[in-house]
T-cell receptor
Framework: ETGVTQTPRHLVMGMTNKKSLKCEQHLGHNAMYWYKQSAKKPLELMFVYNFKEQTENNSVPSRFSPECPNSSHLFLHLHTLQPEDSALYLC?????????????FGPGTRLTVT | TQLLEQSPQFLSIQEGENLTVYCNSSSVFSSLQWYRQEPGEGPVLLVTVVTGGEVKKLKRLTFQFGDARKDSSLHITAAQPGDTGLYLCAGAPTGNQFYFGTGTSLTVIP
């Protein structure tokens, strides 16, 4: 295993479902991120974790709930989503937070909410 | 209103041609990054620029940071099909958070 992996790669869920996205990094990094990428919109930072502690929450609705049990794993728990939440959800990691640290992205989970 | 505007939004060129894509803002950035994202993959960092007027080269790619640190350009010489992808710029006004542009989708036709 190398880099940052995300599962599942594709997910279709109804508005009443509960699902979770998983991210795992094999780089020994301390910081992990969730981003949302929608068509024709900039990549949006959702959450930042550093040493398992959440350091950023960019006004994300509570129907998105992150969990970081350790520095290698990051989850995004989803419940009662809306169709406009359909997007590519990207996970990233870096050695630490800060502008000098390169972020490594996973391949993303393509989420469709029906 | 978006912090970073990228242009053009779409670009389709023949192999061997040169091209320039732009990243503009009214804000000053302490640093700016360029990424390339291929279909089905996450973005991959190409370069970080931090000094106004700075020019960095990565093989056939030339990156320039504006003197006022509000804009940047990416020039590709003799484009190849392998250059196809979504090019994203990301700027950090202050602090640690980078804000991304909407990207330029480049297609290089063999």
């Amino acid at each position: 295993e190398t880099g940052v992996t995300q599962t599942p790669r594709h997910l279709v869920m109804g508005m009443t479902n509960k699902k979770s996205l998983k991210c795992e990094q094999h780089l020994g990094h301390n910081a992990m991120y969730w981003y949302k990428q929608s068509a024709k919109k900039p990549l949006e930072l959702m959450f930042v974790y550093n040493f398992k502690e959440q350091t950023e929450n960019n006004s994300v609705p509570s129907r998105f709930s992150p969990e970081c049990p350790n520095s290698s794993h990051l989850f995004l728990h989803l419940h009662t989503l809306q169709p406009e939440d359909s997007a590519l959800y990207l996970c990233a990691s870096s050695q630490d937070t800060g502008q000098g640290y390169e972020q490594y992205f996973g391949p993303g989970t393509r989420l469709t909410v029906t | 209103t978006q912090l970073l505007e990228q242009s053009p939004q779409f670009l389709s060129i023949q192999e061997g041609e040169n091209l320039t894509v732009y990243c503009n803002s009214s804000s000053v950035f302490s640093s700016l990054q360029w990424y390339r994202q291929e279909p089905g993959e996450g973005p991959v960092l190409l370069v970080t620029v931090v000094t106004g007027g700075e020019v960095k080269k990565l093989k056939r790619l030339t990156f320039q940071f504006g003197d006022a640190r509000k804009d940047s350009s990416l020039h590709i010489t003799a484009a190849q099909p392998g250059d196809t992808g979504l090019y994203l710029c990301a700027g950090a006004p202050t602090g640690n958070q980078f804000y991304f542009g909407t990207g330029t989708s480049l297609t290089v036709i063999p």
